[in-house]
């Protein structure tokens, strides 16, 4: 089993949508978490960081449950320019930590 | 602040050959992190460092891939010598607090080994 597991889509929806992605991890050690976001041949780059107590910005939410160890991104009314790779991140404390990225989730926002 | 920067951004190169990538991190950033990244493996960590000190070097594939970090501004990740499997984008990232805070990562430089 992977230790961050992400659905790899891709998920074709159009604009206007509401789009959900889980992520999961396996292990409990799990400290911090963050979406990223990645374009075509570019670098990623941080979305939000995820909280307890879910986080919002704009038409993105983030929310974690620690107990069955999930994180999860909504995005509402789709923009064609949300097309992108959404990568979850999970930090395990390891001593110092250990950084492990999802193999990522594709979005296609279409007119 | 130009950002984490990389270079060169292109490398193609034959088997055999040593191949050294270049990082200059964030100025004031202790936290100095290599990646690669395939279709096939996604995005992996291959090291990071703290205050110029590897930490943690688990995810380096083999004794071929090095990294060294002489200083706060400067980082290279070398294999020697290269192969064709080796093909992937290589990105540099830095951040202030390791991982509780945010990565911010260099355009990548994309590696060919032919």
């Known amino acids: 089993r992977k230790e961050v597991e992400q659905d790899p889509g891709p998920f074709n929806v159009p604009e206007g949508a509401t789009v959900a992605f889980n992520c999961t991890y396996s292990n409990s050690a799990s400290q911090s978490f963050f979406w990223y976001r990645q374009d075509c041949r570019k670098e990623p780059k941080l979305l939000m960081s995820?909280?307890?107590s879910g986080n919002e910005d704009g038409r993105f939410t983030a929310q974690l449950n620690r107990a069955s160890q999930y994180i999860s991104l909504l995005i509402r009314d789709s923009k064609l320019s949300d097309s992108a790779t959404y990568l979850c991140?999970?930090?395990?404390?390891?001593?110092?930590?250990?950084?492990?990225f999802g193999a990522g989730t594709r979005l296609f926002v279409k007119a | 602040d130009a950002g984490v920067i990389q270079s060169p951004r292109h490398e193609v190169t034959e088997m055999g050959q040593e191949v050294t990538l270049r990082c200059k991190p964030i100025?004031?950033?202790?936290?100095l992190f290599w990646y690669r990244q395939t279709m096939m493996r996604g995005l992996e960590l291959l090291i990071y460092?703290?205050?110029?000190?590897?930490?943690?070097d688990s995810g380096m594939p083999e004794d071929r891939f090095s990294a060294k970090m002489p200083n706060a501004s400067f980082s290279t990740l070398k294999i020697q010598p290269s192969e064709p499997r080796d093909s992937a984008v290589y990105f540099c990232?830095?951040?202030?607090?390791?991982?509780?805070?945010?990565?911010?990562f260099g355009q990548g430089t994309r590696l060919t080994v032919v």
């Open positions: 460092f703290n205050n110029n000190v590897p930490i943690d």
């Open positions: 100025s004031g950033h202790d936290y």
């Open positions: 995820v909280y307890s």
């Open positions: 991140v999970v930090n395990v404390l390891t001593g110092g930590f250990k950084t492990i």
């Open positions: 990232a830095s951040s202030p607090e390791g991982g509780y805070t945010e990565a911010f």
